[in-house]
């Protein structure tokens, strides 16, 4: 069916009002003329006038003739068919190669006629135009659902797909998880699930944890999660840096318990980037040797060497803190601590402060403390030094004023009353200072650490700044912040609002291993541990950083590099030219990274052969050197494919039971097709196709309008009217 109609962009009678109104000025101006001229001669001019002032008027209506076409769209059916390594493979107890080459031939596509679409995805989704069941060769390394399923939206913009069916074994490693997608739910998704849903008898390294960031010469602790089904023996897991063996340790493995950890001590002793990489010994029978390996990359950096520690007096938090610093034999740590006036046992001097890379301020200032120290820090704080502060009853906030635009924090109200409090963390899992390192819901640690003291003073947080904590009296839980962070323009501040943290490892810690629990963890470490660690990390990443979005890809994956550019206010830079170098063993390749604008920068590149590699980033602003970066990632380290050897029937249950599909079993998936057909929404969609042909713009209607304007002049002109 095919209409045309005719369409102005104001009501018909709003053009034909105007046009009246046209027509009866131009009535008016010729009603009386010098010379006084015919009839006729008034009625042509008129006409002339009248006729161009409306093609004018027609022409800011914008007039157009739109063409309606409806088009009939069959209902159709998307299926997807898992083409990755995991959904081809000989699982516990079935060929799941053979499961799918089965259904394909089994399940009676035919009666969809031409209404249905094959894909198979990987890490990428591609149509196949003229499917057959050897179009699917299992070679995926990576399963990603979810985009897949995106694939199948933006299709149907021009199909009216209607369902769709997924054959896979829903062990998804790559992209979002799709029931996190409401999208996704919009038409009715069936599965059928592929492989065994009990592992086969095999051992993998599953996940490494530990942090992005370390420091040299300062341990850390590293965990290594390992699977195992149907082993009882002990296992041998070593531990390599660089491919250079740093430990070994043992597990014992038991048929009853499937999931371990393993924790490594790793004490870095240079700088760069290192590859940490663990493997796991072979054991006979085992399912796939190519899960028994994984790696990941922490970069290592200098601690800070010199920090200078400001104090009211002489206090058992600062003895605690000075301790701690103390144990890293490279660093250097400047006491500056008051006496009852205003000189200092050590007086702190312009050279000293310049030359400090961190400040911890505790319990001070007080009230007498010097103008000309207050200066001197507020000074060096401004060139983005990082500064970590602890409140206490001597403080006197109006002189912290001075540097209080360092602080994340702005002071409602203060009292030198002191109460007792414990902390209550928040968001733990996201929380630098306080998260605990291969500890689950470590909030408890925290609460149930000994009370420590705070005056009466009330604070808001600035809008930057990130609370980490807030009080909790009794078993009252408040909402107001003790523990805040704050970053901004690359100033780094932590403020603890609070004294008497000594006793974390006084009462707490050492409480503890006073009764015998040898296995505590000293929190009061672990809180200044994460704190000179986030405190340190230098800001200048922050204005030039150049990452892969992965550090492990696959052989068949495309490498992308994101990079970032903000000048020393942190405004982007949009002309920078930023130059990268990779290299691998027996490969160079260089390359330019184009800019995105608002100070972003992005290049994708072909798969990569596989190999550990590094890069060397440059960024060059005006023809100046600006700054530096590198990194390094893998390709082919890792076979995803290996890391879940199950079918993750829960995952395709859920996906089908939320958009209002069905889950099947290969043995009764038969049913797929008439369930599908029944569906009430599986029917024909009327599609409208609009085309529009625009008069308003054509240059003929705007000449033929300034003809009748001239044709108007040149009469009027010979018959020597005004």
């Known amino acids: 069916m095919e209409t045309t109609s005719f369409s102005l962009i104001g009501s018909i009678w709003i053009f034909i009002g105007f046009s009246i109104l046209l027509i009866s000025f131009t009535i008016y101006s010729y009603f009386h003329t010098l010379p006084p001229i015919s009839r006729n001669s008034k009625a042509l001019l008129i006409s002339l006038r009248s006729l161009a002032m409306i093609i004018l008027l027609f022409i800011l209506f914008e007039p157009a ?64 135009d003229n499917f057959a069941a050897d179009s699917i060769n299992f070679s995926g390394q990576i399963t990603d659902i979810s985009q897949a399923l995106e694939r199948i939206r933006n299709s149907n913009k021009d199909d009216n797909i209607q369902a769709i069916l997924i054959i896979s074994d829903g062990a998804i490693n790559s992209g979002r998880n799709p029931l996190y997608s409401p999208e996704n739910f919009e038409k009715p998704i069936f599965t059928i699930g592929v492989g065994d849903t009990l592992a086969p008898k095999d051992v993998s390294v599953k996940s490494i944890i530990s942090a992005e960031v370390g420091f040299v010469n300062t341990p850390l602790e590293i965990f290594v999660n390992i699977k195992s089904t149907g082993y009882s023996n002990p296992e041998k897991i070593t531990f390599f840096e660089d491919d250079k063996q740093i430990d070994t340790k043992t597990i014992n493995l038991t048929k009853e318990q499937t999931d371990y950890s393993q924790s490594f001590i790793y004490t870095p002793t240079t700088e760069g980037i290192h590859k940490l990489s663990f493997k796991i010994d072979n054991l006979p029978d085992e399912f796939s040797y190519e899960n028994n390996y994984s790696s990941v990359y922490i970069k290592i950096i200098k601690n800070k060497k010199n920090i200078a520690i400001f104090s009211s007096a002489p ?118 200072i306080l998260r605990v390192d291969g500890v689950n819901n470590s909030e408890k640690l925290w609460e149930n650490l000994p009370s420590i003291y705070k005056t009466e003073t009330f604070i808001n947080a600035k809008i930057e ?213 029944n569906l009430s929404n599986f029917k024909d969609r009327m599609k409208l196709q609009k085309s529009e042909f625009q008069i308003w713009n054509k240059l003929w209607l705007l000449a033929l309008s300034i003809i009748l304007f001239a044709a108007e002049w040149s009469i009027r002109k010979r018959l020597s009217m005004l």
Not at 70 to 99: F, W, Y
Not at 502 to 521: C, F, M, P, R, V
């Open 65 to 128: 003739f739109i063409r309606t076409k409806a088009k009939i769209l069959s209902p159709k059916l998307a299926v997807l068919i898992d083409n990755s390594i995991s959904n081809g493979m000989k699982d516990r107890s079935q060929n799941r190669k053979e499961i799918v080459d089965n259904l394909l031939n089994g399940i009676d596509f035919k009666q969809f006629k031409q209404d249905v679409v094959f894909y198979k995805f990987a890490n990428k989704t591609y149509k196949i």
């Open 315 to 432: 206090t058992p938090d600062v003895s605690f803190i000075n301790q701690y610093l103390s144990q890293d034999k490279e660093a250097k740590i400047n006491l500056f601590i008051q006496k009852k006036g205003s000189e200092f046992y050590t007086q702190p001097t312009a050279k000293d402060l310049s030359d400090a890379q961190l400040f911890i301020l505790v319990d001070f200032p007080n009230k007498q403390t010097p103008d000309n120290v207050l200066s001197l820090l507020f000074q060096e704080l401004s060139k983005g030094k990082p500064l970590l502060f602890l409140a206490g009853a001597d403080l006197d906030y109006k002189r912290l004023n001075k540097i209080s635009s360092f602080l994340p924090f702005d002071v409602v109200s203060s009292s030198d009353r002191e109460f007792n409090t414990y902390i209550q963390p928040i968001n733990i899992s996201d929380n630098p």
């Open 465 to 677: 700044s990130k609370v980490l904590a807030n009080m909790k009296i009794e078993n009252v839980k408040l909402s107001e912040p003790i523990l805040i962070m704050r970053e901004l323009q690359g100033n780094k501040s932590l403020a603890l609002l609070a004294s008497g943290i000594y006793k974390w490892k006084l009462a707490g810690y050492g409480g503890e291993i006073s009764k015998g629990n040898t296995d505590q963890i000293d929190l009061f470490n672990v809180f200044m541990n994460n704190a000179m660690r986030w405190l340190s990390i230098s800001s200048i990443e922050k204005q030039f950083s150049v990452k892969t979005s992965k550090k492990n890809y696959t052989t068949s994956e495309e490498i992308e590099f994101i990079a970032n550019v903000f000048d020393n206010s942190f405004n982007p830079i949009d002309n920078a030219q930023i130059e990268v170098t990779i290299k691998g063993q027996n490969f160079v390749q260089n390359l330019q990274i184009p800019s995105l604008g608002n100070g972003n920068y992005s290049l994708k590149i072909p798969s990569l052969p596989k190999g550990d590699y590094s890069y060397f980033a440059n960024a060059i602003v005006d023809g100046n050197q600006f700054a530096k970066d590198e990194g390094r990632f893998s390709v082919g380290s890792i076979n995803f494919e290996y890391l879940d050897l199950t079918m993750n029937k829960n995952l395709l249950s859920a996906l089908s039971e939320n958009s209002g599909g069905k889950f099947y079993m290969p043995k009764n998936a038969k049913s797929v097709v008439q369930d599908i057909k």
